[in-house]
């Protein structure tokens, strides 16, 4: 049998148009010759996520979003199209929607539950979630921080104000008059500096000597205490130490009533005596002063002794 031209044609144009649906399909992420897994979820908001938008577990795409549907409940229901079936998901596994970047779209990260060992099969629902982007986490962010600049604005309007009410012709002038005068200060302040620059030149020998001198007294302080550190000030402290415990002993046994002295001080008994004694003593000399030729009795002729008269019974 002899194929014409036509049947050639023909063959030739489906063939072309079978293969230019297989590589369109496969361009979107869809191979006709395989059988995907197609799982779900239900999202409040696809924050912009658009079809064949990739589908990733730990950054490897392993699917694209394949359909888009406004479900009866009201949310948007999102039809995955799973092509890699060596990464097992769980039916517990939430499918959040993240933006990789600025420029790039969104997409979906899976994120498995390895505890759950039931694994998702075709037309379950997996756990919705979105994760905040690059953009709305720093719009977030620079929310309260906007806040915070329109009230530094206003204060700040306030403040200019203030001070353009503040600052009136009056206090313009005063204010000149206050700059002029830092002015001359600082004119004086410059002209003081000179003359000290000045003095300094002048008086250059006379400091040059006093720092020698200075040099000098203090080379004579470090030979003072090289001095006093080999006169072993260490020992006579030592030895002061000793003397000051051994006169804090005699005291303590002078408080206690020990010793003589001791006795003295706490004895009333040695008191009284040496009072006594004292008394006698005094009336000893008194009667000395009186009657010397009791004591002292030079005789020629053999003089009867005078008989002896206490003072106080005269």
Do not use: C
Request: proline share 3%.
């Amino acid at each position: 049998m002899k194929i014409t031209r036509e049947i050639k044609t023909a063959i030739l144009v489906i063939a072309s148009l079978l293969l230019f649906i297989w590589g369109y399909s496969f361009l979107k992420g869809s191979n006709l010759f395989n059988d995907h897994k197609r799982l779900f979820v239900e999202y409040d908001n696809v924050e912009g996520l658009a079809v064949s938008a990739p589908v990733t577990i730990s950054g490897k795409i392993i699917g694209k979003v394949d359909k888009i549907e406004l479900a009866p409940s009201g949310k948007l229901l999102v039809e995955l199209q799973i092509n890699e079936e060596d990464f097992p998901i769980s039916k517990t596994s939430v499918a959040e929607i993240y933006e990789p970047g600025f420029i790039g779209g969104k997409q979906i990260a899976i994120v498995p539950n390895y505890r759950d060992k039931s694994i998702a099969v075709s037309g379950d629902k997996l756990v919705a979630g979105v994760k905040l982007g690059l953009t709305s986490s720093l719009g977030e962010k620079l929310t309260p921080l906007q806040h915070r600049l329109d009230k530094v604005l206003v204060s700040a309007d306030g403040l200019l104000t203030n001070v353009n009410n503040v600052l009136d012709r009056e206090t313009q002038a005063n204010l000149k008059k206050a700059i002029n005068e830092l002015n001359k200060t600082l004119s004086n302040f410059t002209k003081v500096s000179a003359e000290l620059d000045q003095l300094l030149l002048q008086n250059k020998d006379k400091l040059g000597s006093a720092v020698a001198n200075l040099d000098k007294t203090t080379q004579n302080f470090s030979k003072i205490s090289s001095d006093l550190e080999k006169a072993q000030l260490g020992q006579t402290v030592k030895t002061l130490e000793t003397t000051l415990a051994n006169v804090n002993k005699i005291m303590t046994d002078i408080e206690s009533g020990k010793g003589t002295m001791g006795k003295l001080m706490k004895d009333e008994t040695m008191y009284n005596n040496f009072a006594k004694a004292s008394k006698e003593l005094e009336l000893l000399l008194q009667d000395l002063r009186l009657h010397p030729t009791r004591y002292v009795n030079v005789s020629l002729f053999g003089k009867k002794e005078k008989p002896y008269i206490s003072p106080e019974q005269k």
